[in-house]
């Protein structure tokens, strides 16, 4: 079946760095879905990607997906302690009786103020 | 709009006792969903329903069953707790392949 993997699984930065986290999947994806989660809370969405190559910016955050839309990838420029959670990123599959989301392991960001 | 609302926010059960999570939604969506979250396991989809009357199985149904009786319903059942089912359960819900919304999610200990 389909699986969706994210690299890296941990990350500490220091306040200021950069941080990539990496979304890829076993089939080919129509779109990607990316959410966040603070600690202690839910799962949030931020952003959905459909075609192939786009990339989309929100404030510091860029979200990338790739060519054959079987990869993604989040990018935080300069971290602040606000960014930090759990980053999921989702592929949409389906079967006989409907459509569901399959969650990769999400990558957890910490950040040293 | 309250979104998507889940009662107990808690709880507490003894190995074999039974329970009913329920998850509520007032944004109309055809689409609802059951997860858990164990450390470091993401989430894995329980159960899901496309709409009023049908439910269907996730990645990991066993030892749960669901019933979707009302469109802005979807309760969780378990029969008999056992402590593997320690977990946090989120409920969703969404428009079939657009963004999905979370509640705040139960978190459940079995002893």
């Known amino acids: 079946g389909q699986q969706v993997m994210q690299i890296p699984q941990y990350q500490h930065v220091q306040e200021g760095e950069d941080f990539t986290t990496y979304c890829n999947s076993s089939?080919?994806?129509?779109?990607i879905q990316w959410y966040k989660q603070r600690p202690g809370g839910h799962p949030v969405f931020l952003i959905q990607l459909v075609k192939s190559g786009e990339v989309k910016k929100q404030k510091r955050l860029t979200f990338q997906f790739g060519e054959a839309k079987k990869n993604s990838s989040l990018h935080i420029t300069a971290t602040q302690t606000t960014d930090v959670g759990t980053y999921f990123c989702a592929g949409p599959r389906w079967d006989n009786a409907g459509n569901m989301l399959t969650f990769g392991g999400g990558t957890r960001l910490m950040v040293k103020p | 709009n309250a979104g998507v609302t889940q009662t107990p926010k808690f709880r507490v059960l003894k190995t074999g006792q039974s329970m009913t999570l329920l998850c509520a939604q007032d944004?109309?969506?055809?689409?609802m969903y059951w997860y858990r979250q164990d450390p470091g396991m993401g989430l894995r989809l329980i159960h899901y329903?496309?709409?009023?009357?049908?439910?269907a199985k996730g990645e990991v149904p066993d030892g749960y069953n669901v019933s979707r009786l009302k469109k802005q319903n979807f309760l969780l059942g378990l029969e008999s707790a056992a402590p593997s089912q320690t977990s946090v359960y989120f409920c969703a819900s969404s428009l079939v392949t657009n963004e999905q919304f979370f509640g705040p999610g139960t978190r459940l200990t079995v002893l």
């Open positions: 944004m109309n969506h055809e689409y």
């Open positions: 329903s496309v709409g009023e009357g049908t439910t």
């Open positions: 089939t080919t994806l129509s779109n």
